[in-house]
């Protein structure tokens, strides 16, 4: 037995009502269950009993055996004394509190199938336990639980950015240039794009903004992708040279410490997505007058985000992915898929942030609807989830699905999730052991 899985029974009453009966007190009639704590302190806050004719408020405790009570150290503990009821599975103590009260203990019977079905679950080796089966929960039901999660997922995200922007003393437009510049990098060169943004602050580059070339000077020289042991065959190369020699002013003016150019990876990405590639794409959307979060304010809907971020190297890489190395024509535009990558984990999270911290609700509704109307993502686990039978509709939905799969679905979490927790509850035994380890 697992204490989640009595949680989960208290907290949906998935239990037979008229088993609850302490030994001496009598049979228990539970009025409400009471609040999830999720925090410390007993597990369910204003809990309504009804005992021998007499209405109890309180709290509820619960442990696999009654004798756990005392291996937690409640026993010694004040914050307990308004525990009323203590559920047990199994009943092998009598329990005091602090304040020396015997506690109300009582065992729920259930449905064995549901122990089955969460047994089944927690144990199958597939990553999604749901797979095949999703298709049996209500779709009205599924659709709220994501609309839920993806919520859950922004205000995440709302946290995590509010760490940078309190790092930035409150600047939006760094605090944007920093997001939009590690998902440049997408999942590979993330970090070394993070590393350039810390190293190379967004006021030195709006001094130059006016300026292109000494732009890209900035950036690819603080990236550490002009050290010439990088690039052998770029030593006669005019625009390598170009930039170097801007670089050397820029850098002795600015004191800037490039990153380790070794860092950057190459392999085994297309030469569009090559960091030489993107960092130009960055400085052009960076060299312009006007902050990048200004004109993000600016844009009322998808499309106008999209010219905004749709970005394009410079000419030297319509013929080059790397410098001194010249290839066939290679457009060096920023692809929609990968504009929308940076609208879905930079721009809209952070209008979301905009809109809490200036407390304007229109603005988390705008970051929302950017969403729900950029196409899901392509990726491995909306493939998953496609495959288990739950194709999402938009970006919204697929960013769900992606906070479903890392704090959920990897950690078998299935009670914690209205698709499985539904599943689970169905009251029979959903499939048979030996058809777990069958699945794809």
């Known amino acids: 037995m697992k204490e989640e899985f009595l949680h989960w029974l208290w907290k949906n009453l998935f239990f037979d009502g008229g088993s609850l009966c302490d030994r001496e007190a009598g049979p228990i009639e539970v009025i409400t269950p009471g609040v999830y704590n999720r925090d410390s302190g007993p597990d369910f806050f204003n809990t309504r009993l009804v005992i021998g004719g007499t209405e109890w408020a309180g709290n509820t405790e619960i442990h696999v055996s009654a004798s756990d009570w005392y291996r937690h150290g409640h026993h010694t503990d004040h914050a307990y004394d308004n525990v009323i009821l203590h559920l047990v599975h199994n009943e092998d103590a009598d329990v005091y509190t602090a304040s020396g009260r015997r506690l109300i203990t009582a065992r729920p019977f259930f449905d064995p199938a549901l122990w089955e079905n969460y047994i089944d679950f927690v144990n199958n080796p597939s990553p999604l336990a749901c797979s095949g089966l999703i298709g049996m929960t209500d779709g009205f039901r599924v659709k709220h639980w994501l609309w839920t999660v993806a919520v859950e997922r922004l205000e995440r995200k709302h946290d995590e950015i509010r760490e940078i922007l309190s790092r930035t003393g409150n600047d939006w437009e760094e605090t944007l240039y920093r997001l939009v510049s590690r998902y440049f990098g997408f999942r590979v060169n993330t970090d070394p794009f993070e590393m350039l943004a810390s190293r190379l602050p967004l006021k030195i580059i709006r001094k130059h903004a006016d300026n292109l070339l000494q732009v890209e000077a900035l950036l690819f020289g603080t990236a550490g992708l002009l050290d010439e042991a990088l690039f052998r065959e770029a030593v006669n190369d005019g625009y390598y040279l170009l930039l170097s020699r801007e670089y050397r002013v820029l850098r002795t003016k600015y004191s800037l410490q490039p990153v380790d150019g070794w860092l950057w990876k190459f392999h085994r990405l297309r030469p569009a997505n090559f960091p030489t590639v993107r960092l130009s794409q960055l400085a052009a959307l960076l060299a312009h007058s006007d902050g990048l979060f200004s004109r993000v304010l600016d844009c009322r809907d998808r499309e106008s985000l999209r010219a905004l971020l749709s970005v394009s190297a410079s000419p030297y890489w319509n013929s080059h992915y790397q410098f001194g190395r010249e290839v066939p024509f290679m457009a060096g535009r920023a692809g929609k898929q990968s504009v929308d990558l940076l ?40 493939t998953d989830f496609a495959k288990a039978g739950l194709r999402p509709k938009s970006a919204f939905a697929s960013q769900a699905l992606i906070e479903l799969r890392n704090l959920r679905c990897r950690f078998h979490r299935c009670l914690d999730c209205t698709i499985g927790s539904s599943l689970i509850a169905m009251g029979q035994k959903i499939r048979k052991s030996d058809s777990l380890f069958l699945e794809p």
Do not use: H, M, T
């Open 343 to 382: 609208i879905i984990n930079a721009v809209a999270p952070l209008l979301f942030v905009y809109g809490k911290v200036r407390q304007q609700q229109e603005w988390c509704d705008r970051a929302v609807e950017i969403l729900d109307s950029l196409p899901p993502e392509e990726n491995s686990v909306v």
